[in-house]
């Protein structure tokens, strides 16, 4: 439970971090507030006043699991330049989706910016901050930049589908680079274990 004597900044902290988990179950549609406000410990009227509206409170949800790409694809470069930091961008971006929620609250956000500007706007958001941190920090031409943002969204799917279980040469040639493929297939190898264990504790 939140402790009544936190601020209400200390709240919307507590909201976002049980909103993170709800959504990422349930998306942007499938996610009630009551669901948010009971994980954070609140009432769902005092979650409204705190982010207004359902949509507003997606939204910073989604702008919270931005930032915390940009600084950690920021951190990584720091002291690199060239192909050197957009390989280290590329790693770190690998670590943060070990995370499972924070892919899930990425893509169900990419699905629900197909029905709503104001998503898709938040959306945009992290893209734009990317592109500017490729290309002022990294001085990629425009070519490696779209290429280092489809290998991103691509390694993005290939998570969230769990493609690297299938054992098919056509599945796992579609990695791009060794190095990811590695970093890759250790994650799916976790995630198969931690399906077990949860099916044995199940049972």
Not at 25 to 47: E, F, H
Not at 113 to 127: E, V
Not at 161 to 172: N, R
């Amino acid at each position: 439970m939140v402790s009544t004597r936190q601020t209400a900044a200390e709240r919307r902290v507590a909201v976002l971090s049980a909103a993170v988990t709800e959504f990422a179950k349930s998306g942007y549609a499938g996610t009630s507030t009551d669901a948010i406000a009971a994980r954070a410990g609140i009432s769902q009227p005092y979650l409204f006043r705190l982010f207004g509206t359902k949509k507003d409170l997606f939204v910073a949800t989604y702008d919270q699991v931005g930032t915390r790409i940009v600084k950690e694809l920021s951190g990584a470069i720091e002291g690199l330049n060239g192909e050197e930091a957009m390989h280290a961008m590329g790693m770190a971006y690998l670590q943060l989706l070990q995370d499972p929620e924070m892919l899930q609250v990425q893509m169900h956000g990419f699905a629900a910016a197909t029905g709503d500007s104001d998503i898709a706007a938040a959306c945009r958001k992290t893209f734009e901050v990317l592109w500017h941190m490729v290309k002022d920090k990294l001085g990629l031409d425009p070519e490696m930049i779209q290429n280092f943002f489809a290998n991103g969204m691509l390694i993005s799917v290939m998570s969230a589908i769990d493609l690297l279980s299938v054992k098919e040469a056509w599945a796992q040639s579609i990695c791009p680079g060794l190095d990811k493929f590695e970093a890759m297939n250790a994650m799916s190898q976790a995630r198969q274990r931690n399906g077990e264990t949860s099916s044995q504790q199940a049972s």
